[in-house]
């Protein structure tokens, strides 16, 4: 049972690491701290940038999802991840 929380909380910094750096095409700077603040502190309130980096995230986590159901992701998946993010 450790093995797969750790696999998992593996996983989350994964993704939020490559939604940083995703989010650096497109000059949203955030620190690793501040994301890993919002991700896991309740009281942070994350700025602008980082909420970005956080929307990217989920962005990645849905396309992720979306080709593991499916096997690919095509157009209609972009869209309905277009449509679940803020």
């Known amino acids: 049972m450790t093995n797969i ?3 998992e909380a593996s996983l989350e910094n994964d993704r939020a690491t490559k939604a940083q750096a995703s989010s650096g095409i497109e000059n949203v700077i955030t620190t690793q701290d501040k994301l890993y603040q919002a991700l896991y502190a309740k009281s942070a309130k994350p700025d602008v940038a980082t909420k970005e980096v956080l929307r990217y995230r989920e962005a990645l986590l849905m396309g992720t999802l979306l080709i593991k159901e499916k ?3 095509n ?3 972009i869209i309905a991840i ?3 993010l803020p």
Do not use: A, H, I, S
Request: charged share 15%.
């Open 5 to 7: 929380v750790c696999w």
């Open 71 to 73: 096997g690919f992701l």
């Open 75 to 77: 157009t209609n998946g």
């Open 82 to 84: 277009q449509k679940e």
